[in-house]
């Protein structure tokens, strides 16, 4: 008797399945293909578990919501799937009052501006918004990291949209409605600065915020709006030179323990590599250069920053450093500046590159 393969045996098997009339189908199981480029910061649930968000993978490679437990199991919890969840969420989650993660994805969606986007502990996924671009119900394009408010509402900023297509503010209630607050005017006009990036800080009924390029020089600005959409402008950085050195603000603002506001530049500065900044919260704010990054000891500052149990910030830098790959450092809020970390890519004691999360 000739051998017959397996797929001749499943053959003869199902013919005399279909034979019978005893054909049926179940899914059993749906692989997942893992996700990559965690960029945006994790956030620590209420059940104990980490939960972040990765650009790519997942099942149709258009990001993916992960869990890693306290003993570092990690877990795909749900897969975007672009035109109607969203695709690419760069930002990261925040839990939400009944223990739903929020969280936005930068592009896809119904229009292709993005989505804000609910995920259950389980992995239920629920879309929110659909963003409109220029104009519509909800204005904005880009959306980035979200921030609960005692008030109940969310905020946040788009980086693109808006009537001039520079950014906007945005609140949105737990059910996705949304009102716009700020759209942005570049150079100049009434609301200087353009691509609002990084997350809000909150003190009371303000929340301020960078823009990454736009004001008078179009090195980026601070600003602070209220939750009823009162604006007001804080800085406009000026380079590498000038009162408010610095340029490119990327990572949003730490509310610091002392009531300060701490934030990051990518480039300007002395050396045209970036700095770390502070700034009051009052009308007429002070504002300080704490450090001015060197290549040796990194560049391009753009992860959050933490504030450590010591009352010191934490943050990393993109690149730079004695390997290059980027660095992880410490700063006292007094401006003592020391390298915890160089990273050195793919070997070496420090594997990583380009750190970005904060």
Same mark, same amino acid.
């Given at each position: 008797m000739?051998? $017959?393969?397996? #797929?001749?045996?499943?053959?003869?098997?199902?013919?005399?399945?279909?034979?019978?009339?005893?054909?049926?189908?179940?899914?059993?199981?749906?692989f =997942?293909?893992?996700?990559?480029?965690?960029?945006?910061?994790?956030? $620590?649930?209420?059940?104990?578990?980490y939960?972040?968000?990765?650009?790519?993978?997942?099942?149709?490679?258009?990001?993916?919501?992960?869990?890693?437990?306290?003993a570092?199991?990690?877990?795909?919890?749900?897969?975007?799937?672009? =035109?109607?969840? @969203?695709?690419?969420?760069?930002?990261?989650?925040?839990?939400?009052?009944?223990?739903?993660?929020?969280?936005?994805?930068s592009?896809?969606?119904?229009?292709? #501006?993005?989505?804000?986007?609910?995920?259950?502990?389980?992995?239920?996924?629920?879309?929110?918004?659909?963003?409109?671009?220029?104009?519509?119900?909800?204005?904005? /394009?880009?959306?980035?990291? $979200?921030?609960?408010?005692?008030?109940?509402? %969310?905020?946040?900023?788009?980086? @693109?949209?808006?009537?001039?297509?520079?950014?906007?503010? %945005?609140?949105m209630?737990? !059910?996705g409605?949304?009102?716009?607050?700020?759209?942005?005017?570049?150079?100049?006009?009434?609301?200087?600065?353009?691509?609002?990036?990084?997350?809000?800080?909150? +003190?009371?009924d /303000?929340?301020?915020?960078?823009?990454?390029?736009?004001?008078?020089?179009?090195?980026?600005?601070?600003?602070?709006?209220?939750?009823?959409?009162?604006w007001?402008s804080?800085? =406009? #950085?000026?380079?590498?030179?000038?009162s408010?050195?610095?340029?490119?603000? !990327? !990572?949003?603002?730490?509310?610091?323990?002392?009531?300060?506001?701490?934030?990051?530049?990518?480039?300007?500065?002395?050396?045209?590599?970036?700095?770390?900044?502070?700034?009051?919260?009052?009308?007429?704010?002070?504002?300080?250069?704490?450090?001015?990054? *060197? *290549?040796? =000891?990194?560049?391009?500052p753009?992860?959050r920053?933490?504030?450590?149990? *010591?009352?010191?910030?934490?943050? +990393?830098?993109?690149?730079?450093?004695?390997?290059?790959?980027?660095?992880?450092?410490? $700063?006292?809020?007094?401006?003592?500046?020391?390298?915890?970390?160089? #990273? /050195?890519?793919?070997?070496?004691a420090?594997?990583?590159?380009?750190?970005?999360?904060?």
């Amino acid at each position: 008797m000739p051998r $017959l393969t397996l #797929f001749q045996w499943l053959g003869l098997f199902a013919g005399a399945s279909v034979a019978a009339g005893q054909v049926t189908y179940e899914l059993v199981h749906e692989f =997942e293909r893992p996700g990559a480029q965690p960029l945006g910061p994790l956030v $620590l649930h209420a059940d104990g578990s980490y939960y972040g968000t990765t650009v790519s993978g997942g099942r149709l490679d258009r990001g993916a919501v992960y869990r890693v437990t306290a003993a570092g199991a990690v877990s795909t919890l749900a897969a975007l799937d672009g =035109e109607t969840l @969203g695709s690419e969420p760069v930002a990261g989650l925040v839990e939400g009052p009944g223990g739903e993660l929020f969280g936005t994805a930068s592009t896809g969606g119904a229009n292709g #501006f993005g989505t804000v986007f609910k995920v259950t502990t389980g992995g239920a996924v629920t879309k929110l918004v659909d963003f409109t671009g220029a104009g519509g119900p909800a204005r904005g /394009s880009v959306p980035g990291e $979200l921030v609960l408010h005692a008030d109940g509402n %969310f905020y946040g900023a788009t980086r @693109g949209g808006g009537a001039g297509n520079l950014g906007t503010v %945005f609140r949105m209630t737990p !059910s996705g409605a949304v009102t716009t607050l700020v759209e942005f005017t570049g150079t100049g006009g009434a609301r200087p600065g353009a691509e609002p990036t990084g997350v809000l800080a909150i +003190v009371g009924d /303000s929340l301020f915020g960078c823009t990454r390029s736009g004001g008078g020089a179009n090195h980026g600005t601070v600003f602070t709006v209220t939750t009823s959409g009162e604006w007001s402008s804080m800085v =406009e #950085f000026t380079g590498s030179t000038g009162s408010r050195p610095g340029s490119r603000p !990327s !990572s949003g603002l730490l509310l610091h323990s002392n009531g300060a506001l701490y934030g990051t530049t990518e480039r300007g500065g002395a050396g045209g590599f970036g700095t770390v900044f502070r700034l009051s919260t009052s009308q007429s704010p002070s504002f300080d250069t704490l450090h001015h990054f *060197d *290549d040796d =000891e990194g560049s391009q500052p753009a992860g959050r920053l933490a504030e450590g149990g *010591d009352g010191a910030i934490y943050g +990393v830098a993109a690149t730079g450093g004695l390997e290059i790959w980027g660095v992880a450092y410490r $700063l006292t809020t007094g401006g003592a500046f020391s390298v915890l970390a160089h #990273f /050195s890519g793919t070997e070496g004691a420090v594997r990583g590159s380009f750190p970005q999360g904060g």
